[in-house]
């Protein structure tokens, strides 16, 4: 296993207008970077990539060693010594701001498009990178990277979404998002999101933990009453790690997720990877299949269920697909 050595920094971006219309004086856009920046005859940095993080993470997500030891190392698809990689927290995650350093309920209601809208400016005004060689995301991130090829579609050479789809929140998906904003929301300590201590009743519904993973692995890891209670358990604690108005903040910015009216703008080639047994993303409802001809240069994988697989979670073990996003940069980046 390899470690790898991250350098952490903040873009401050003073100002800064939410779609809803709201504003934040200083918004605090944290990112990791990992590589050397290359530059062209121009001057210009030639070789970044972009990679989007899921929604139950952050930038450092990408060091575990499911994802950047299969990705990161020398000879792998996203070679360290080849590509600058920037790793941004997107708004309301890890190290940028988010309603837990202070404003909690007061914080503006921000949207994936204002994500977007600030690692954009992370990379035009904070890093001076105007052109990118791969925007690549996981789950809400492959959500992000979907919108990135339509609101800036001449800003990449290569968009690779994982476990996401190009159409409007609904179904399962936003069902069990809805849960959970309920759940929080009509926890009795919550107060409005103006609580003192952390309400503590909604972390008793890990409906996200239960419906983002393979039946299979969770069937596997509670076969019996008594293991199924362990893992229930386990779930609640990691739940209880979490902020709920962060959380409620993270579940709500989804919700007029749509790319699907700017798919004909999306001019790099795209890989969409989905998976057999993501119950978020079931293949059964033929999502992509129907966006792909509205895409110039656009393709899918659905990599199979297998023993290894873990439903939407599969995003995050590289070892599952990295060998299709290392034949797509091989055609159009190398």
Not at 90 to 105: E, M, N, T, V, W
Request: aromatic share 8%; glycine share 8%.
């Amino acid at each position: 296993m390899t470690a790898f050595r991250p350098e952490p920094a903040d873009f401050i971006l003073k100002d800064f207008v939410f779609q809803s219309g709201e504003r934040l004086a200083e918004l605090r856009q944290h990112y990791l970077t990992l590589g050397t920046p290359q530059r062209d005859g121009s001057g210009r940095i030639a070789n970044a990539v972009l990679l989007l993080h899921n929604t139950t993470g952050s930038s450092a997500s990408w060091l575990a060693p499911e994802l950047g030891s299969e990705l990161f190392g020398s000879g792998e698809p996203l070679d360290i010594d080849r590509y600058f990689l920037v790793i941004p927290d997107a708004i309301g995650f890890g190290a940028s701001s988010k309603p837990s350093d202070g404003l909690r309920a007061r914080f503006p209601r921000y949207r994936y498009r204002d994500m977007v809208e600030a690692q954009h400016r992370l990379l035009t005004e904070g890093l001076g990178i105007a052109h990118l060689r791969l925007v690549l995301g996981l789950s809400m991130g492959g959500m992000l990277t979907w919108m990135w090829g339509s609101l800036y579609p001449q800003f990449m050479d290569a968009l690779v979404p994982l476990a996401s789809q190009p159409a409007a929140m609904s179904g399962r998906n936003w069902i069990q998002r809805r849960m959970q904003i309920e759940a929080i929301r009509s926890d009795p300590d919550w107060n409005g999101g103006e609580y003192e201590t952390q309400p503590s009743r909604y972390i008793l519904t890990p409906f996200g933990g239960l419906l983002t993973q393979s039946v299979v692995r969770i069937q596997e890891r509670a076969p019996t009453r008594e293991a199924a209670d362990a893992l229930y358990r386990e779930m609640v604690d990691r739940a209880r790690k979490g902020d709920a108005n962060d959380r409620l903040y993270q579940l709500e910015s989804s919700m007029d997720y749509d790319p699907s009216p700017g798919l004909e703008q999306i001019a790099a080639p795209l890989l969409a990877i989905n998976f057999a047994d993501d119950e978020l993303n079931p293949p059964q409802l033929q999502t992509l299949e129907r966006a792909l001809p509205r895409i110039k240069r656009g393709g899918m994988v659905l990599i199979p269920a297998g023993p290894r697989s873990r439903g939407h979670n599969s995003a995050s073990q590289a070892v599952a697909w990295k060998a299709h996003l290392d034949a797509f940069m091989r055609e159009h980046l190398r």
